[in-house]
């Protein structure tokens, strides 16, 4: 072993000696950086003290979610620490010294277990997981497994089909699809040694507990739709939202859109890709977008030729190159100003149109030609 690589075996043990607590044994050199590294390592190990019983974001959702259903609070089960990132680590089969990213990749509805009270109705009509349509993502499953159709061919959910309650009809299809037996089976058996015994039948099936309370929480979601909906009406800002998003609206607040509900093919068709795209709403963005941008490289343009044309200024444009500047801003003025410009747009968020905005935007185009 050379002399360097004592003096680095030298300082790792202490390094790891301050991080356990313990005291140093530094000299010279490495005293001097023992001193500048003490008060870091100190912050280290406070650090893993703290988190020494601290759940990660995922497998504090588990604990929290497993506090909420289990009843008595004796037998809440309590997650090792680590463990689910471990095994996220091994799944994606990422190195030690890679980090375990969990990002939020799905909303999933979940259940409000609690009776009404007074003053506030009962929310109480979802099971532990819903799926509801337009679109969704689903994580902690393989790619094809969190394919909502593979769910529904396989029997893995289930939907909620509308029904007559006392002469009325209650939308209990706004709540989409929820889980069966054969999800729990499948996918939480992996968590849950006894997946039934912590989602009973009437957990999954909330309307056997009580079909009436089931009812007025349905028609609780419901009427928070149409009012939120409405206000959209009522403020013009429908006129603003994608096309997919204006039929939504109109449906949550009017129960139809143009005559057509929320089954209608017409309707669904209009959350698919290909039909936002070739949408007028979309190609406005496009357009738009374009015409900023122009707008922007013109003004580029300007400024630089107005550089250049200062006298006293003439050393600094050299230095800064402002004559090649000056030509790539034209030539990404001509760029933007083409055709091919909107084509290669297609796929991007475009541009908002900011309506009060938009007639101050075709002013300065007329004035800048």
């Known amino acids: 072993m050379t002399a360097e690589d004592r003096q680095k075996l030298h300082l790792y043990i202490n390094f790891k000696l301050i991080s356990s607590g313990q005291p140093s044994c530094g000299t010279g050199a490495t005293a001097e950086l023992i001193e500048i590294a003490h008060d870091l ?25 497993l506090g909420r259903y289990v009843e008595d609070p004796d037998r809440i089960p309590t997650l090792p620490f680590q463990s689910f990132m471990m095994g996220a680590r091994f799944h994606r089969k990422l190195p030690l010294d890679t980090r375990v990213c969990n990002p939020v990749d799905a909303v999933l509805t979940g259940r ?42 396989n029997g893995y959910l289930e939907p909620l089909e509308d029904f007559e309650y006392r002469g009325r009809t209650i939308l209990a299809s706004r709540l989409g699809y929820r889980i069966t037996e054969r999800f729990l089976a499948h996918f939480l058996g992996k968590i849950f040694d006894n997946p039934r015994a912590v989602f009973t039948s009437a957990i999954l099936r909330p309307e056997s507990q009580n079909l009436e309370v089931f009812v007025d ?19 013009g800002s429908i006129e603003d939202a994608c096309p997919p998003l204006k039929a939504l609206i109109h449906i949550m ?33 496009l ?66 149109p900011l309506r009060p905005a938009r007639e101050t935007l075709v002013e300065a185009e007329r004035q800048a030609v």
């Open 41 to 65: 390592l100190l912050i280290y190990r406070e650090k893993n003290r703290l988190l020494s019983s601290y759940h990660c974001p995922v497998d504090r959702r588990i604990q929290d979610f």
């Open 112 to 153: 409000r277990n609690n009776p009404p009270e007074p003053g506030i109705r009962p929310l109480a009509v979802y099971n532990p997981i819903h799926y509801q349509e337009l679109p969704e993502i689903w994580a902690r499953l393989t790619e094809h497994e969190r394919e909502p159709g593979y769910l529904i061919s």
């Open 253 to 285: 607040a009017e129960g139809h859109y143009q005559g057509r509900r929320i089954q209608d093919p017409a309707i669904r068709g209009r959350f698919s890709r290909h039909a936002l795209l070739e949408s007028d709403w979309y190609q406005e963005r």
């Open 217 to 235: 929480g349905i028609e609780n979601i419901c009427e928070a739709q149409e009012r939120v909906a409405r206000r959209y009406l009522e403020d």
């Open 287 to 352: 357009e738009v977008k374009q015409q900023r941008d122009i707008h922007l490289a013109r003004r580029m343009v300007l400024n630089l030729q107005q550089f250049l044309e200062l006298r006293h200024y003439a050393d600094e444009a050299d230095r800064l190159d402002g004559a090649p500047r000056l030509d790539r801003a034209k030539a990404h003025l001509a760029r933007v100003q083409e055709l091919a410009y909107l084509d290669a747009l297609v796929g991007t968020l475009g541009a908002d």
